[in-house]
């Protein structure tokens, strides 16, 4: 960025507070943010609302004059710092003062923020020593302060790379495309929802799958389909069956069947409630999917597409429920050959048909290209835990005030290596 460019942005920025400052004064916000009056100015204002009726939430962008080098005006300058906040208000009273980010006008190519109700976007643009633009952005909840996404985006060439952790639903994307056309993605090794994996050892879980629900800490579909995909049948009722797929470790898949009702029996195991697990084969020219068949009453095992080999062992437990539906854990062994995996639930009411299949991919039979696939939980972003009995989420800490927010060590948590 340019000394011409440098001024142009000071001067809109400053003229587009022009109005919003007016809602401020009452505050003395310049004070409350900078310290002093001198200390620093005030480029934008954006107000939006917080969590509870009263709560009000002002994002601010400062610059900060060099107090040991008053001479060089901004548009002398290579880098400007500047900061991005955003202040809690209860009534007229603030409450909190969070650091967003520090960018540097002239080196970051700033963007500013993109405010929404109790949220924040914030981007920046920074290029590397080869001259590859790099786009980092992050998402923050304002009321209480929170990392809700970050995401690092490469330009090299015609070709951008894209990866992006989202904590609002607990997995990982990655996008790869060619003059802004897809060629792979949304995930980087299938569609779908992907499946958890955790990252340490499962000494900690024990017997805990035969007791412990599953609660966040899953890839999920229910029969609605606004979760996970029908691919059979039309959508039903959230309560009619959800299905949930956690990998305990990479040769250890645990699925959670809730079901109003369990049906077996049936003169085809087609027409029994089943989990069909869809895995990639490999050992041929091309690799081709393969399918077993698993009924949930007793985790009877049946070879379907593929002519599947190594049989996955599996564990059956049945757990109380308070509501008169079926809960059914089953804990499979499996050789995990890819990351490609799909978990599909056959919800049949009548034994004779298969009502509704609910799974984890927009799965067509036979199609490879259908499968999901799993990912190991980045440990610094989000770990499973047993809590209140269930396996859960446990999501990043609260940000502390003075804690950067979109920080480059953040961001570096999802790829991004600033020069």
């Known amino acids: 960025m340019n000394r011409p460019q440098i001024s142009t942005l000071i001067t809109c920025l400053a003229a587009a507070i022009a109005g919003t400052r007016a809602h401020a004064e009452t505050l003395d916000l310049k004070s409350a943010l900078c310290g002093r009056p001198s200390d620093c100015q005030i480029l934008r204002v954006e107000r939006t609302e917080g969590a509870s009726p009263d709560a009000q939430v002002l994002v601010a962008a400062l610059m900060f004059p060099d ?53 924040v976007m914030v981007p920046v643009e920074k290029f590397d020593s080869n001259g590859r633009v790099n786009s980092i952005k992050c998402t923050v909840q304002l009321d209480p302060p929170k990392l809700l996404e970050l995401s690092t985006q490469m330009r090299e060439g015609q070709s951008d790379f894209l990866d992006r952790w989202s904590w609002e639903d607990h ?16 995930y980087s090794e299938g569609v779908g929802i992907p499946i958890p994996q955790l990252e340490r050892g ?17 890839a999920i579909a229910d029969s609605t389909g606004k979760r996970g995909f029908v691919i059979h049948g039309t959508p039903g009722a959230a309560e009619d069956a959800t299905l949930k797929a956690l990998l305990l470790s990479q040769g250890e898949l645990l699925v959670e069947i809730r079901d109003d009702r369990l049906v077996s029996g049936s003169e085809s195991w087609l027409n029994d409630d089943h989990i069909e697990l869809w895995l990639e084969q ?14 949930v009453s007793d985790g009877r095992l049946y070879a379907g597409y593929g002519n599947p080999k190594n049989p996955p062992r599996i564990q059956v437990h049945e757990l109380p429920t308070s509501d008169g539906s079926r809960l059914v854990h089953l804990k499979i062994g499996l050789s995990l050959e890819s990351e490609r995996i799909t978990v599909v639930y056959s919800d049949s009411d009548d034994g004779k048909s298969q ?49 950067e927010a979109c920080s480059d060590e953040n961001f570096k948590l999802v790829g991004f290596a600033p020069e």
């Not at 002398?76 to 209860?90: D, H, M, S, T, W």
């Not at 991919?361 to 696939?373: A, D, I, M, N, R």
């Open 355 to 403: 009502e509704r299949l609910i799974a984890t991919s927009p799965l067509v039979f036979g199609k490879l290209e259908t499968l999901g696939h799993s990912f190991v939980l980045p440990p610094k972003l989000c770990t499973c835990e047993l809590r209140d009995g269930r396996f859960e989420f446990k999501d990043f800490p609260v940000l502390q005030p003075e804690t």
């Open 202 to 218: 499962t000494s900690w879980i024990g017997d805990s799958w035969e007791t412990a629900p599953i609660g966040s800490c899953a």
């Open 67 to 119: 107090a040991n080098d008053p001479g060089p005006t901004p548009e002398e300058r290579a880098c400007f710092p500047a900061e991005y906040r955003a202040v809690r208000l209860k009534g007229q009273r603030m409450v909190s003062n969070q650091l967003l980010r520090k960018v540097c006008l002239g080196k970051d190519l700033a963007t500013g923020f993109e405010v929404q109700p109790n949220r």
């Open 282 to 295: 490999e050992g041929f020219d091309t690799p081709r999917p393969k399918q077993w068949g698993i009924r």
């Open 171 to 186: 997995a990982w994307h990655s996008l790869e495309a060619f003059d802004d056309k897809e060629v792979s993605g949304p």
